[in-house]
């Protein structure tokens, strides 16, 4: 069974720039995508980004969140089993719980039902 962890929350002033990592372990057979989503206090989850597994030949991104979000693909590691959302220009309703997530099916994947397994999140703070 396949885990997901995130890491690398925390605070951030407004305009400034955060990057959140997803390291994952176990069996990811079959599951060929790590969405990025984030769910803000008495908010539903909201999609930011979708990559494929494989290095990265595939990126979604929210309309959103286009210009200002990367996501990638450790290519260091023996393993590449971290994933990464570089975030820039924070704002303040950017403050929220973010969340990794793996999906077996192709597309974008934006609604968080197409998803199987899920970390729980790390906090992301955007001060004014």
């Known amino acids: 069974q396949v885990q997901l962890v995130e890491s690398g929350g925390g605070s951030v002033e407004a305009g400034g720039s955060l990057s959140i990592s997803c390291s994952t372990s176990?069996?990811?057979?079959?599951?060929?995508?790590i969405g990025w989503f984030r769910q803000a206090p008495g908010r539903g989850r909201e999609w930011l980004a979708t990559i494929s597994k494989d290095g990265g030949s595939t990126i979604y991104y929210a309309d959103s969140v286009k210009a200002r979000f990367t996501v990638s693909q450790d290519d260091h590691s023996r393993t590449r089993r971290a994933w990464y959302q570089q975030m820039n220009n924070m704002k303040p309703e950017h403050t929220a719980m973010y969340y990794c997530?793996?999906?077996?099916?192709?597309?974008?994947?934006?609604?968080?039902?197409?998803?199987?397994?899920w970390g729980k999140g790390t906090r992301v703070t955007v001060s004014s």
């Open positions: 176990g069996n990811m057979y079959g599951l060929n995508y």
């Open positions: 997530a793996t999906k077996k099916c192709d597309g974008a994947g934006s609604q968080p039902g197409r998803y199987t397994t």
